[in-house]
């Protein structure tokens, strides 16, 4: 036979199809890519609070799963939160404190703490967030929705209309206590709910206060909405009854001497200020009502700005008033909502049973106009299983189904389809991938939505990302996919998808795409229920723990740390089975020659196995260290101060030994490389064989000829 070598590399990632190309890998394990074309080894993690004591007690232990974690920043990323959800509580963690912050519960204006969050058994979509101005929305489907402002929580927007403010006619002498008239003829205020000076006022049109002629009757109705401390405001109640009085102000009708008593409805705590908006004089010059739609539109009257006064003298004349109340510009935060995704200055929602997406009106989102609602695909296409904001679009997605909502508030928004060909049920696992695309994970496996998602000339495509890492995206356990989680780790230049796989009810694989070079990876014993990259600039990868004993609580991922919490880190590169030739041609390998970084003493290992059998050739790997035997550099532990010297990083090759002849005619070839240790950084091989024919053989499939008969 004919000795020859071959050169493989630089080495890719997973390839798990029949007939991958030689360089890359049946299993790409714990290893991360590099911008100098190799693969070293990955990183583990440690919590983010270690805890008091030596040795360090768990401050998390006891606390059940971290269920989500959620990040802002406020004054321009000065003042980082991340706030994350365990047993139904929410709480704060805020960097700065170090270790005594770490577990600041989320607490409302009176004080109370956020408890008692809604927690299923079964596999959710669990509490979904935005940011937004400084502050934090957060929503579960069931739960009250809540803002948080790094201070403080309250509920977002308002769920019903006030109470209908109740009005009395004043008599019109003034009183020496009580309510009265100041020399403005401005509002008065009053905390009393009995004033003692006031005409009861009976429903409809009377009875007329006070002597006059019918030239003097006047009559004003009013409602009133809620306001919280972001300026977002509530429905407006319902109408109050019709006041009606005598006007002695003067010839004209117009308000200005009897002044109408408001009784104020009070809000919750969230609420900061009322509105009042009251009508034009609803009778004309003769005393006759005008038309019916002339009493149905409402002017701004007032704000009181405090919740705690319950009564207001209204003495304002119709020429004072504001602009006209558009109730259809104001409405209730939807009921169920379970995803939220903000786009140009516009908050989108949905979730419940409705087969629509709601959205706010431009600049308040905590106000849902009832006419700013979209259908959103076919109803046997599954509900709304997330929403997520681009630059160019709001993506819509399904169970079965793609969706964009593309516009502006100017202009109107509008929903197109993108495909019904796939969906995503996994809320959490959606994430931007740079120069890739939005990558979302459906039930046969990552997708990515390639383009500007915009007419700029690159057309929008729906792409199967995970093709060749098929044969893990096999074993997802369908059931738990709304567990599964996915955040982009821009400074490994990786995006992870943590799944859980068949019989696991939680992620226990990862696969990590590694986006610079198009390659997958996978890595194990991470306990990860969801997945955050602080969007500030450390950038730092954080997860939340579903194991309550040893890894309780929220995590940081390093390649600084040696360890996956208890458990060592496990590097490996496993080639796909290399074919030197077709079945009749066998190969005898001599030698492999792999470039990796000189690692000193930290010992190198190597196995293989020949014709894809499942065992190794070799009991045990052959392991030798990384670097030259003729040219050794001092290692850690035996260098001697002040005699050896340190030396930059090089790459080394190191030499190892092949026999296949108890194995028998070979045709295919699997290396398996692996530190002894941890570290490892490798680049290629070269493999050198013996080639030769087995005997001159004609295959079947060759025509023979035809038999005569």
């Known amino acids: 036979m004919q000795t020859s070598s071959f050169t493989v590399g630089p080495l890719r990632g997973m390839d798990q199809r029949w007939k991958p190309s030689p360089d890359t890998g049946l299993r790409v394990r714990d290893l991360t890519w590099d911008g100098r074309d190799g693969w070293k080894t990955s990183g583990g993690f440690r919590r983010i609070v270690l805890g008091q004591g030596s040795p360090p007690v768990n401050p998390y232990a006891g606390t059940g799963s971290v269920t989500s974690l959620h990040f802002f920043t406020q004054h321009n990323g000065g003042r980082a939160w991340l706030v994350y959800e365990s047993g139904g509580a929410l709480f704060a963690f805020n960097g700065s404190n170090r270790a005594t912050g770490y577990r600041e519960a989320l607490t409302f204006i009176d004080g109370t703490t956020v408890t008692g969050r809604k927690q299923l058994s079964t596999p959710w979509q669990r509490t979904q967030s935005v940011s937004w101005a400084g502050r934090l929305y957060l929503v579960n489907g069931y739960d009250t929705p809540l803002v948080y402002d790094g201070l403080k929580v309250e509920r977002a927007g308002f769920d019903v209309a006030p109470p209908a403010p109740q009005v009395y006619a004043l008599g019109n002498t003034q009183p020496d206590t009580g309510y009265h008239l100041t020399a403005q003829r401005s509002p008065v205020f009053s905390t009393s709910t009995t004033p003692e000076y006031y005409y009861k006022l009976e429903l409809g049109l009377g009875p007329i206060l006070d002597t006059g002629t019918d030239e003097q009757k006047c009559g004003y109705r009013y409602k009133v909405t809620f306001v919280n401390e972001r300026g977002q405001e509530s429905p407006a109640s319902e109408a109050s009854a019709l006041a009606v009085f005598r006007n002695e102000g003067g010839d004209e009708p117009k308000h200005g001497g009897t002044p109408v008593g408001v009784n104020l409805p009070v809000g919750g705590s969230h609420v900061v200020a009322r509105r009042i908006y009251r ?8 005393g006759n009502l005008l038309a019916l739609g002339f009493g149905d539109a409402y002017y701004f009257h007032s704000e009181v700005q405090d919740n705690v006064t319950t009564v207001m003298a209204d003495i304002l004349p119709d020429s004072f008033l504001g602009g006209a109340l558009d109730e ?21 929602v949905a979730g419940g049973t409705a087969n629509e997406v709601r959205f706010s009106a431009p600049r308040f989102p905590e106000v849902f106009p009832p006419d700013n609602v979209m259908d959103i695909g076919d109803a046997d296409l599954g509900p ?3 929403l997520y904001g681009t630059r160019n679009a709001v993506v819509v997605f399904k169970q079965r189904g793609v969706y964009l909502i593309k516009g502006d508030p100017v202009n109107g928004f509008y929903a197109i389809t993108l495909t019904k060909d796939v969906g995503c049920q996994s809320p959490n696992a959606v994430t931007e991938v740079p120069n890739v695309g939005l990558c979302f994970l459906s039930e046969d496996g990552v997708y990515v939505l390639q383009g500007t998602l ?3 000339g690159t057309r929008t495509n729906v792409i199967h990302l995970s093709t060749p890492v098929s044969e893990i995206v096999k074993r997802i356990n369908r059931s738990a996919l709304p567990n599964a989680c996915a955040a982009t780790y821009h400074r490994d230049k990786e995006a992870w998808w943590a799944i859980p796989t068949l019989g696991q009810e939680y992620p226990n694989v990862v696969l990590v795409y590694h986006y610079e070079v198009g390659a997958w990876s996978f890595r194990e014993n991470l306990p990860i229920l969801c997945l955050k990259e602080t969007s500030d600039q450390r950038g730092q990868l954080l997860f939340g723990s579903y194991d309550t004993k040893d890894n309780a609580g929220i995590q940081v991922y390093s390649r600084g740390w040696e360890k996956k919490g208890l458990t060592t880190i496990q590097p490996l590169f496993e080639t796909n089975s290399m074919d030197l030739g077709s079945l009749y041609r066998s190969f005898q390998p001599r030698h492999a020659m792999v470039y990796a970084v000189g690692y000193g003493d930290n010992g190198l290992t190597l196995n293989y196995t020949v014709n894809r059998s499942i065992d190794d050739v070799r009991e045990a790997p052959q392991e030798l260290d990384q670097q030259y035997p003729n040219d050794p550099f001092p290692v850690y532990g ?6 050896d010297r340190w030396a930059r990083l090089r790459q080394v090759v190191v030499r190892f030994d092949l026999n296949t002849q108890q194995q028998g005619p070979v045709h295919e070839l699997s290396l398996t490389i692996a530190p002894a240790k941890r570290n490892v950084h490798i680049f290629g091989f070269d493999l050198e064989t013996a080639l030769g024919e087995q005997r001159n053989i004609k295959p079947l499939s060759t025509p023979v ?4 008969r």
């Open 454 to 456: 915009e007419n700029e």
């Open 384 to 386: 709304v299983t997330g």
């Open 279 to 286: 009508t034009q004089n609803v009778y004309d010059a003769s």
């Open 638 to 643: 035996t260098a001697v101060w002040g005699t």
């Open 328 to 348: 259809e510009a104001l409405g209730p935060w939807p009921v169920g909502t379970k995803y939220l995704a903000s786009f140009k200055d516009t908050m989108f």
């Open 705 to 708: 000829g035809v038999s005569q």
